[in-house]
């Protein structure tokens, strides 16, 4: 499994755009990159997936560049609402057992 | 559609005890994962069951176990508790492989 390295924590006013980068040096061909969110007491929610270049849904983009050792978590206009941790996860996308790491911890500030 | 649930939803269990967790799926979800949430771990697979099948396991020793049933339910089983087991305990499901997975609110383990 590759593992994943995030920062620990971030900081961001209300309104601005969040990214939030993950290094994932010993990617493998089938791995596909997935974030989660993480709010205290509650499981965590799938946010975005991809493979490579750029996808984006409706409540965040996912850049990927082509050598795909990183990854960078875009949340556009942050609300307080978003303060949570943030997983990386990197790992093919048949497989279960995904390597969640320590995540970054978001705070949103008013 | 109702969301994974978990039950209990926390307990508190001596060291040297066992305790079970069960989990029920979403509707049609045959694909159950647990996973155990501490703050100096981080969020780690412990087992996924699949058709009533254990398909994957996680790095964890022989105290932790899990079976599935024919509803896809599962439960999860911790023999011989140590203090270093309290954690969350998480729960997962989806209906097949190639989608994301839906996680359960979990379930508090303190050992005391």
């Known amino acids: 499994l590759a593992k994943t390295t995030q920062p620990i924590s971030m900081d961001s006013y209300e309104g601005q755009e969040v990214n939030i980068t993950c290094s994932h040096n010993?990617?493998?061909?089938?791995?596909?990159i997935t974030w989660y969110q993480q709010f205290p007491s509650q499981g965590p929610r799938f946010i975005i997936q991809g493979y490579k270049t750029k996808v984006t849904n409706e409540v965040a983009s996912l850049f990927i560049p082509a050598d795909r050792k990183s990854s960078t978590l875009s949340l556009p206009r942050v609300s307080l609402s978003d303060t949570a941790v943030y997983y990386c996860?990197?790992?093919?996308?048949?497989?279960?057992?995904?390597?969640f790491g320590t995540g970054t911890r978001l705070t949103v500030i008013p | 559609k109702a969301g994974v649930t978990q039950t209990p939803r926390y307990l508190i269990k001596t060291r040297g005890q066992q305790v079970t967790l069960s989990c029920s799926p979403i509707s049609g979800h045959r694909s159950v994962s647990w996973y155990q949430q501490t703050p100096g771990q981080g969020l780690q697979f412990l087992f996924e069951y699949f058709s009533e099948t254990q398909r994957n396991k996680g790095n964890f020793p022989g105290r932790f176990s899990g079976r599935q049933f024919s509803n896809s339910r599962s439960e999860m089983n911790v023999s011989t508790l140590e203090l270093g087991d309290s954690a969350l305990y998480l729960c997962a499901s989806r209906p097949r492989d190639e989608y994301e997975q839906y996680f359960g609110p979990g379930t508090r383990l303190t050992v005391t």
């Open positions: 010993n990617i493998a061909t089938n791995d596909y």
């Open positions: 996860l990197v790992g093919d996308w048949g497989a279960n057992n995904l390597f």
